[in-house]
C-alpha cells in the first residue's frame, strides 16, 4: 500500500505524549493527559496555521495550501448568495469560468461598492463587482464560525458560472447532534446535520472509546475501520485524522506542538520555539517556491487607476446589430 509523509493526527498525539512523559499509546492515557495533549495540539496547529510574523515582516504568512478554489452558479435576476461555512474570506476577483476575455468580478470593500451600487441600484447586466459581508458579528461559537453573504452588482441578467480562491477556516472537530454506534456503523440522529466532508478519515471519541472511521457512506452514516461497540443516544467528538499541510510541512507542524508544550515544562526551554522558528522560515519558502510564476503577464488591472471604481469596466464588450448579438 503506497504511503506519503502526510502527518495523522495519531502520529502527532504520540510525538507530543512522548515528549510529555505520557508514552506513545494515547489509548492508554488518563482523561487528564488526553486533555493536555488535545489542547497543546490545538494551540500547535493555530499557532502554525496563523503563524507569527517573520524577522523584518508586519504581516504573518498566508498559507497558499489553504486558499482553494471553489465554483459560484448564478442566477439571473438574483443578486446576493451565501458562501460555505468554510470560507473565511475571498481572495482575489471572481473570473467567468467559461467565458474568455471578459473582466473579472473585482471584489470591493462595503462601502466602494455602495458608491458603485448606488449610481443605478437596479441595473442588470453582466456583475463587475461584488462584497462579502458578515452574516453576524459575532463568533458564537467555534465550531460555527461566522458566515458570509456575497452580494454582485449589477444585478445578474442571464446565468453565470464564476470561479474563486478563498481562505480556508480551518476546523478541529465536529460535536453537533448526537449518535448510535451499532458494529461498524455511525449514524446521526438528527436529520438536519450532516457530517462533514473529512469524516471518512477522522477520529471519533464516544462514550469512552476512541474509534477510528473508514468511509463516509452517506451524509448522515459513517464506517468505522473495525466494530465498535453498541451505543445510543451519545454525545461525541470527531476529529479530522489527516492534518492540512502535513505531506511539506509536517516537521513544522510538529516543531509548533512541542513549542507550545514546552512552555509547561518543569524546566524553561526554547528549544523547540527555535526549533520552529527555523521550520517556519523553511515552509514558507517552500510555499511560495509553489506558487512562483515564470512570467507576471502583460499589466492590464489599472491598479495605478486614480480610484478603484471605474465606471467605464460596466462596458461588456459585446457589439450588437440591428439590436442583436451576431452568432
Known amino acids: 500500500m503506497p504511503m506519503n509523509l502526510g502527518l495523522t493526527r495519531e502520529e502527532l498525539r ?24 488535545n489542547s497543546w495540539i490545538r494551540r500547535g496547529l493555530r499557532q502554525f496555521y496563523s503563524p507569527p510574523p517573520m524577522p523584518g515582516s508586519t504581516k504573518s504568512h498566508e498559507w497558499n495550501f489553504l486558499r482553494p478554489t471553489a465554483t459560484l452558479s448564478v442566477k ?53 463587482y461584488a462584497t462579502a459581508t458578515p452574516n453576524h458579528s459575532v463568533d458564537d461559537s467555534p465550531i460555527s464560525p461566522p458566515t458570509w453573504t456575497l452580494e454582485l452588482w449589477p ?27 451499532s458494529g461498524t456503523t455511525v449514524t446521526l440522529r438528527s436529520t438536519e446535520e450532516i457530517w462533514p466532508s473529512w469524516a471518512g478519515d477522522a477520529l471519533l471519541s464516544v462514550g469512552g472509546y476512541e474509534l477510528k472511521t473508514a468511509e463516509r457512506l452517506t451524509d448522515t452514516t459513517l464506517r468505522l475501520c473495525g466494530a465498535g461497540p453498541t451505543l445510543t443516544d451519545q454525545t461525541f467528538v470527531l476529529q479530522p485524522n489527516q492534518l492540512p499541510g502535513g505531506a511539506q510541512h509536517g516537521e513544522t507542524i510538529i516543531a509548533s506542538c512541542l513549542a507550545i508544550a514546552e512552555e509547561y515544562g518543569e524546566t524553561p526551554s526554547t528549544r523547540y520555539r527555535d526549533l520552529f522558528a527555523q521550520r517556519l522560515m523553511a515552509s514558507i519558502a517552500i ?25 467605464y469596466r460596466l462596458a461588456d464588450y459585446n457589439v450588437k446589430v440591428n439590436g442583436v448579438l451576431p452568432s
Request: aromatic share 10%; net charge negative.
Open 14 to 37: 504520540e510525538e507530543v505524549g512522548r515528549f510529555l512523559g505520557y508514552g506513545r499509546s494515547y489509548e492508554n492515557y488518563h482523561q487528564s493527559e488526553r486533555e493536555d495533549v
Open 287 to 311: 510555499d511560495g517556491q509553489g506558487w512562483t510564476a515564470e512570467n507576471l503577464g502583460r499589466n492590464t488591472d489599472n491598479s495605478d487607476g486614480p480610484a478603484t471604481y471605474n465606471k
Open 76 to 128: 439571473a435576476g438574483t443578486a446576493a448568495y451565501s458562501l460555505p461555512e468554510e470560507i473565511g474570506s475571498v481572495v482575489g476577483d471572481l473570473v467567468y469560468a467559461s467565458e474568455q476575455m471578459k473582466p473579472p468580478v473585482q471584489i470591493l470593500n462595503y462601502q466602494r461598492f455602495l458608491q458603485a451600487k448606488t449610481t443605478n441600484p437596479t441595473r442588470t447586466g453582466r456583475p463587475s
Open 155 to 181: 444585478v445578474p441578467d442571464v446565468n453565470y458560472t464564476l470561479t474563486y480562491r478563498y481562505l480556508a477556516i480551518q476546523q478541529d472537530a465536529f460535536d453537533e447532534s448526537i449518535i448510535d454506534v
